[in-house]
C-alpha cells in the first residue's frame, strides 16, 4: 500500500514541474501559485505514504523508522528536497527554483517506484543499523544534501540571472540561507555518524569511500562558506562551488555505492 | 624588534588569510577524491624499514591520509585556524562595550522639542531596552545609547576554530593509540592483538571468550552478534561483558568491538587401524599422522551438509604411490544403500580405499571463533570536544545575528538632532519602523 501511495507521488512531483516551467515561460503568477499548491498536495502524499510505511513495519513485527534501505533513502531524499523548496522558495523565487527542484523530486522517487533493480520491500535491520543513530544520522545527512541541492539550484538561478548584484539579492540570499542550513546539518550528520561509527564498528573514522566523499562534500561547502566571507556576499564564484558542490553530493550518494565500502547499499 | 614584530605580523596575517584557507580546503578535496580513486594499501609495518623506505611511504600516494602530502596541509589547516584565533582579538576590539557612533550609514531625525537630550536619549533608552540589552555612556560630549543583541556571535569564530583546532588534535593523537583486531574461539582466552599495519601486540590482560551466538530473523537474516567476554587480569577475572554490534565494551582505555566471526566446522572422524580405532577432531587445514604406516592424512574440507547427504569430510592422504582423495559421509550406508554399485563406480567414497584403514564420520559440528575489533584511541576525548564546538560554534555564527543600535542626540539651531545607527552582523541597516516612529508627528527623517 505504501509503495502504491509513494509512486503517485512521482507524477505529482512532476505535474508541478511542468506547471512551473508554464509560470516561467507565460510569467503569469497564477501558474506558479497552482505549482506551489501542487507540490504541498505531493508533499502531504509523500508524507503520508512514509508514515504508511512505517505504520506497515511495525504491523509487520519489523517496526523500524523508513530510513534503512536505498529506496527508502531515496524516498526520503526527494521528501527533504520538497520540504526545502516548500521552506525556502515559498515566497520569493516564484517558479524558477520549482524548475529545477520539482524534476529532481520527481526523477528521484521515479527511480525509487520504478527502478527494476531496488527492492522496495520492508526489511528488518541488520545488526549494524540496529541504534538509535540511524534516524538522527540518516535523517540530518539527507536533510544537508537536500539544503545543499537548494543551494546549487538557487546557484544555478544566480548564474543565469543577469545584471546587477541587486537583482540577485533574494536569490544570493537564500542561497546564502540554503547554503548555511545545509553545512550545520551535513556538519551534524556526520558528527551524528561518527558517533554511532565508534559504537557500531569501534573507530569514529576509517576512511570508508562514504566518509571520505562526505568529507569532501563538507570541504567544498566550507571553502565556499570562506569564499562568501572573503568576497563580502554571494558572489558568482560562491553560487559556482555549490553548483561544484552539488556533484560531490551526488557522487557520495550514488557513486560511493559502486566503490566497496561500509556504507553501500546492498 | 620592530622587524622582529613585522616579520610575526606577517607571518600571521599570511597564515590566517582566507586565500590560504580556501586553497588547503581544495587541496585536501583533491587529496580525498585521490584516496578513493588510486587503491589505497593496508597501512604498513614501520618498526623494521629503513628510514628511506619510510620516507618512501610517506609520499607515497597509495596511502594518502598517512602521506605527507595529505599530513602537512591539515597541519598547515590548523595553524591557519590556529592564527585566526590569535589575530582575533583585534577583531573584538571593534565589538568593544563602549563604541563611538559610525560616521557613515546613519539616520538623522531633527526634532522640534524642548528637551535636552539626556532626556531624548533617555526615553530611547526605555524604549530599546524592551527589546535590546542597554547600556549608556558618552562620545565626545554627547550621551549614546546603545541596545544590542545577539553578542555571542562576536564569538563564534573563535569557538569554531577552537573546535577544528581540537578535531585535528585529538586525530594527531590518534597516531599514538593502535587499532586492531583479536580473534578468540569459543572456551579459549587469548591477548593476542594483529594490529592494522599486520604486525602482533599483546594487551596486558587476557580475555576469554565464553560464548559467542547468532541470533536470526525469521527470513533467515542475522539480527544480532553476541559475544560474552572475561578479562582476566593477573590470573583474576576482572570482568564479564557481552559485546554486541553497536554495544562496544571498554577495559583498560582499550575499545572493543563486535568486528566480525569465523565459523570452523570440526569433524569427528573415527579410523580404524590393525591396531585398534583412533578418534580425531579435525578442522580443515589439520594434518594427522596416522599410525602403522605413519601416512599424513590432509583435511581439506568439512561441511555440515554437502548436496543434501548430510556431514562430509574430504581427505587427502599421502600414500607412497600417490595421494588419495576420500570423501566421507556421516549416512554413507543409507547413501550406498540407496545407490547400489556407488562404491564401485566412485572409489573416492569408498571408506576403506586405502588398506589397512577404515574411515569414518561420526558427526560435524561448528565451532566459533568471536573477532572483536580493538581500538585505543588517546584523542577521541579531543575529536568529540571538538566536535560539539565546531557545532555550537557554526549555529551561533549562522544562526544567531549580532544587532547594536546606537543612538545620539544633540542639541542643533535646528532643533534636537538624533542620530540612529544599526548594524547586522557589524553591517550598516535600515533602523526598525518602531523606534523611527516613535515621535512621528515632531520628526523630520533624513538618511
Given amino acids: 500500500m505504501n509503495t502504491t501511495v509513494l509512486a503517485s507521488v512521482t507524477?505529482?512531483?512532476?505535474?508541478?514541474?511542468?506547471?512551473?516551467?508554464?509560470?516561467?515561460?507565460?510569467?503569469?503568477?497564477?501558474?506558479?501559485?497552482?505549482?506551489?499548491?501542487?507540490?504541498?498536495?505531493?508533499?502531504?502524499?509523500?508524507?503520508?505514504?512514509?508514515?504508511?510505511?512505517?505504520?506497515?513495519?511495525?504491523?509487520?513485527?519489523?517496526?523500524?523508522?523508513?530510513?534503512?534501505?536505498?529506496?527508502e533513502s531515496l524516498v526520503f531524499f526527494s521528501w527533504a528536497v520538497a520540504l526545502l523548496y516548500l521552506l525556502y522558495a515559498w515566497k520569493d523565487a516564484k517558479g524558477l527554483i520549482g524548475v529545477f527542484a520539482m524534476p529532481v523530486a520527481s526523477l528521484l522517487m521515479a527511480y525509487a517506484s520504478f527502478s527494476p533493480t531496488i527492492d522496495t520491500r520492508i526489511q528488518p535491520?541488520?545488526?549494524?543499523?540496529?541504534?538509535?543513530?540511524?534516524?538522527?544520522?540518516?535523517?540530518?545527512?539527507?536533510?544537508?544534501?537536500?539544503?545543499?541541492?537548494?543551494?546549487?539550484?538557487?546557484?544555478?538561478?544566480?548564474?543565469?540571472?543577469?545584471?546587477?548584484?541587486?537583482?540577485?539579492?533574494?536569490i544570493g540570499d537564500m542561497l546564502e540561507k540554503s547554503l548555511k542550513t545545509g553545512f550545520?546539518?551535513?556538519?551534524?550528520?556526520?558528527?551524528?555518524?561518527?558517533?554511532?561509527?565508534?559504537?557500531?564498528?569501534?573507530?569514529?573514522?576509517?576512511?570508508?569511500?562514504?566518509?571520505?566523499?562526505?568529507?569532501?562534500?563538507?570541504?567544498?561547502?566550507?571553502?565556499?562558506?570562506?569564499?562568501?566571507?572573503?568576497?563580502?556576499?554571494?558572489?558568482?564564484?560562491?553560487?559556482?562551488?555549490?553548483?561544484?558542490?552539488?556533484?560531490?553530493?551526488?557522487?557520495?550518494y550514488f557513486g560511493v555505492n559502486y566503490l566497496p565500502g561500509l556504507h553501500s547499499y546492498q | 624588534m620592530g622587524t622582529r614584530l613585522l616579520w610575526h605580523m606577517r607571518l600571521l596575517k599570511g597564515l590566517s588569510s582566507l586565500r590560504l584557507t580556501i586553497g588547503l580546503l581544495l587541496w585536501l578535496v583533491f587529496m580525498c577524491i585521490l584516496g578513493t580513486v588510486i587503491p589505497q594499501l593496508p597501512v604498513q609495518a614501520t618498526a623494521d624499514v629503513s628510514m628511506a623506505t619510510h620516507v618512501a611511504g610517506l609520499l607515497s600516494l597509495k596511502d594518502v591520509f598517512h602521506s605527507l602530502w595529505f599530513l602537512v596541509p591539515t597541519i598547515i589547516?590548523?595553524?591557519?585556524?590556529?592564527?585566526?584565533?590569535?589575530?582575533?582579538r583585534r577583531t573584538l576590539e571593534r565589538y568593544r562595550a563602549e563604541p563611538p557612533l559610525p560616521r557613515a550609514g546613519l539616520h538623522e531625525i531633527t526634532?522640534?522639542?524642548?528637551?535636552?537630550?539626556?532626556?531624548?536619549?533617555?526615553?530611547?533608552?526605555?524604549?530599546?531596552?524592551?527589546?535590546?540589552?542597554?547600556v549608556q555612556y558618552e562620545d565626545g560630549g554627547d550621551p549614546v545609547i546603545m541596545g544590542e543583541n545577539g553578542r555571542v556571535r562576536v564569538y563564534a569564530p573563535f569557538i569554531v576554530h577552537a573546535g577544528i583546532i581540537l578535531i585535528l588534535l585529538g586525530a594527531g593523537l590518534g597516531f599514538l593509540g593502535y587499532k586492531g583486531t583479536i580473534e578468540i574461539p569459543v572456551g579459549q582466552e587469548s591477548n593476542t592483538v594483529t594490529l592494522a599495519n599486520g604486525s602482533i601486540m599483546h594487551l596486558p590482560f587476557r580475555i576469554k571468550c565464553e560464548d559467542f551466538k547468532i541470533d536470526y530473523y525469521e527470513n533467515g537474516m542475522p539480527s544480532e552478534y553476541r559475544s560474552e567476554l572475561t578479562f582476566v587480569q593477573d590470573n583474576d577475572l576482572s570482568m564479564h561483558t557481552s559485546v554486541l554490534v553497536n554495544h562496544p565494551a571498554s577495559h583498560g582505555g582499550i575499545l572493543f568491538s563486535q568486528s566480525g566471526f569465523n565459523q570452523n566446522p570440526v569433524a569427528a572422524l573415527k579410523v580404524g587401524t590393525p591396531s585398534g580405532t583412533s578418534r580425531f577432531r579435525a578442522a580443515e587445514g589439520l594434518i594427522i599422522r596416522l599410525k602403522d604406516t605413519g601416512y599424513?592424512?590432509?583435511?581439506?574440507?568439512?561441511?555440515?551438509?554437502?548436496?543434501?547427504?548430510?556431514?562430509?569430510?574430504?581427505?587427502?592422504?599421502?600414500?607412497?604411490?600417490?595421494?588419495?582423495?576420500?570423501?566421507?559421509?556421516?549416512?554413507?550406508?543409507?547413501?550406498?544403500?540407496?545407490?547400489?554399485?556407488?562404491?564401485?563406480?566412485?572409489?573416492?567414497?569408498?571408506?576403506?580405499?586405502?588398506?589397512?584403514?577404515?574411515?569414518?564420520l561420526e558427526g560435524v559440528t561448528n565451532s566459533y571463533a568471536t573477532v572483536l575489533g580493538i581500538?585505543?584511541?588517546?584523542?577521541?576525548?579531543?575529536?568529540?570536544?571538538?566536535?560539539?564546538?565546531?557545532?555550537?560554534?557554526?549555529?551561533?555564527?549562522?544562526?544567531?545575528?549580532?544587532?547594536?543600535?546606537?543612538?545620539?542626540?544633540?542639541?542643533a539651531p535646528s532643533g534636537l538632532v538624533v542620530k540612529i545607527a544599526r548594524m547586522k552582523n557589524?553591517?550598516?541597516?535600515?533602523?526598525?519602523?518602531?523606534?523611527?516612529?516613535?515621535?512621528?508627528s515632531s520628526l523630520e527623517v533624513r538618511s
Fill in chain 1, 184 to 252: 550545520i546539518l551535513f556538519t551534524f550528520g556526520i558528527v551524528t555518524g561518527s558517533v554511532w561509527a565508534h559504537y557500531a564498528w569501534g573507530r569514529y573514522w576509517g576512511w570508508d569511500p562514504k566518509e571520505t566523499w562526505a568529507l569532501i562534500t563538507w570541504l567544498i561547502y566550507a571553502a565556499a562558506i570562506h569564499v562568501r566571507i572573503r568576497d563580502g556576499s554571494v558572489s558568482r564564484r560562491v553560487a559556482f562551488m555549490t553548483v561544484f558542490g552539488l556533484a560531490s553530493v551526488l557522487f557520495t
Fill in chain 2, 77 to 88: 589547516l590548523g595553524l591557519n585556524a590556529a592564527a585566526c584565533m590569535y589575530l582575533w
Fill in chain 1, 11 to 71: 507524477f505529482i512531483y512532476l505535474a508541478s514541474f511542468l506547471v512551473f516551467l508554464m509560470a516561467e515561460v507565460s510569467g503569469k503568477g497564477t501558474w506558479a501559485r497552482s505549482g506551489r499548491m501542487i507540490v504541498i498536495t505531493g508533499f502531504i502524499f509523500q508524507t503520508a505514504g512514509i508514515a504508511l510505511r512505517w505504520f506497515e513495519s511495525h504491523q509487520a513485527g519489523i517496526g523500524h523508522a523508513p530510513l534503512s534501505n536505498f529506496f
Fill in chain 2, 426 to 440: 557589524g553591517k550598516p541597516a535600515a533602523p526598525e519602523k518602531y523606534i523611527l516612529e516613535q515621535e512621528d
Fill in chain 2, 111 to 134: 526634532m522640534r522639542t524642548a528637551d535636552i537630550p539626556e532626556k531624548v536619549c533617555s526615553d530611547f533608552k526605555v524604549i530599546l531596552a524592551g527589546t535590546h540589552k542597554t
Fill in chain 2, 296 to 360: 599424513n592424512v590432509r583435511v581439506d574440507k568439512v561441511a555440515e551438509d554437502l548436496m543434501r547427504m548430510g556431514p562430509c569430510v574430504h581427505l587427502v592422504i599421502e600414500t607412497p604411490d600417490a595421494p588419495k582423495e576420500l570423501w566421507i559421509f556421516k549416512e554413507f550406508n543409507s547413501i550406498a544403500a540407496a545407490h547400489p554399485g556407488l562404491v564401485e563406480k566412485m572409489p573416492q567414497l569408498n571408506p576403506s580405499l586405502v588398506t589397512p584403514y577404515t574411515f569414518s
Fill in chain 2, 375 to 411: 581500538n585505543r584511541d588517546p584523542g577521541i576525548v579531543f575529536v568529540g570536544l571538538g566536535s560539539m564546538l565546531f557545532l555550537i560554534g557554526i549555529i551561533i555564527s549562522f544562526m544567531v545575528v549580532h544587532e547594536r543600535v546606537l543612538i545620539t542626540a544633540t542639541e
Fill in chain 1, 125 to 170: 535491520l541488520i545488526p549494524a543499523l540496529k541504534s538509535n543513530w540511524l534516524i538522527i544520522h540518516v535523517v540530518t545527512c539527507f536533510l544537508g544534501y537536500a539544503a545543499f541541492f537548494m543551494a546549487s539550484s538557487f546557484g544555478i538561478v544566480f548564474l543565469m540571472v543577469k545584471g546587477s548584484q541587486e537583482n540577485r539579492g533574494s
